[in-house]
């Protein structure tokens, strides 16, 4: 006999019961990840004050909260796709955890930009809107998006919006990301030439390769949608702006 085919609406319900926040109502969850996060972020500036800027508490807590917080969304990133290569590395129940973490990280990193760099200066900060010129104009689009992000990341905003509505409007991460990416790929290179840079680099690299084997295995499987088609679609775009963004560097000899 033929197995029946779940229907859309079962997708969606595995779909919220995988997003949902049952992890956060389990005791010492969110203390365990805060006490993770907050030990993550004190290595990368560990890293930093120890061995890059040696001494520069300012430098290397601007980079060390930087990296730590675009590695952990590159992590909530690609957790996605995982689950469409073998079930048991669905981990789709974490990414929420990642994501707010990287958030908060990013934002602390922010703040110490703008009073340690800029003196709250924002039109320093805002010398050129050219966002290939002036590669804060990348990263204030990701933190804009992120922060909507994160004001609807919990199961009260799902219950408000509806789940399909929720997840269209969760999807801007991927726009997000492409914008943190082109951020930090731009803003200072030779800052990145370091361990702690290329952890980030490849948590990027094997998240833009997941996402990618993720849609290209659900056309081969018949399986693909047009979300499927759209998110394949932006990721080569990102990849087209990767090389934009790359080029044009060269060309400024930045």
């Known amino acids: 006999m033929e197995t029946a085919k779940p229907s859309l609406s079962d997708s969606l319900k595995q779909d919220f019961h995988e997003l949902s926040g049952e992890l956060w109502g389990k005791k010492g969850y969110l203390a365990k990840a805060a006490f993770l996060t907050a030990f993550f972020a ?10 890059v800027t040696p001494g520069d508490a300012d430098f290397s807590a601007i980079r060390g909260f930087a990296f730590a917080g675009a590695t952990l969304i590159g992590v909530a990133v690609s957790l996605g796709p ?15 955890t990642f994501g707010v973490a990287g958030f908060l990280l990013a934002c602390v990193h922010v703040s110490l930009v703008m009073a340690k760099i800029f003196n709250f200066n924002l039109g320093a900060a805002y010398y050129s809107l050219n966002p290939f010129q ?25 219950g ?31 800052a990145i030439q ?12 094997v998240g833009m390769a997941f996402q ?39 060309a400024v000899g930045a």
């Open 212 to 250: 990618l084997a993720g849609y290209a295995k659900k056309v081969t499987s018949g399986k693909a949608g047009l979300g499927t088609y759209f998110g394949a679609g932006i990721t080569l775009l990102a990849l087209a702006l990767f090389a934009i963004a790359f080029f044009f560097k060269r």
């Open 82 to 96: 995982l689950a469409n290569f073998k079930q048991a590395w669905n981990f789709v129940e974490y990414r929420r």
């Open 42 to 51: 004190a290595l990368e500036f560990a890293y930093q004050y120890l061995f």
């Open 134 to 158: 002036n590669p804060i104009i990348f990263g204030s689009l990701a933190l804009s998006i992120f922060f909507l992000l994160f004001l609807t990341s919990t199961d009260w905003a799902i």
């Open 160 to 190: 408000k919006l509806g789940f399909r509505n929720w997840k269209s409007l969760h999807r801007l991460i991927y726009f997000a990301y492409i914008f943190s990416v082109l951020h930090f790929i731009q803003i200072n290179p030779p």
């Open 194 to 205: 370091n361990l702690g840079g290329y952890l980030l680099l490849a948590v990027t690299f």
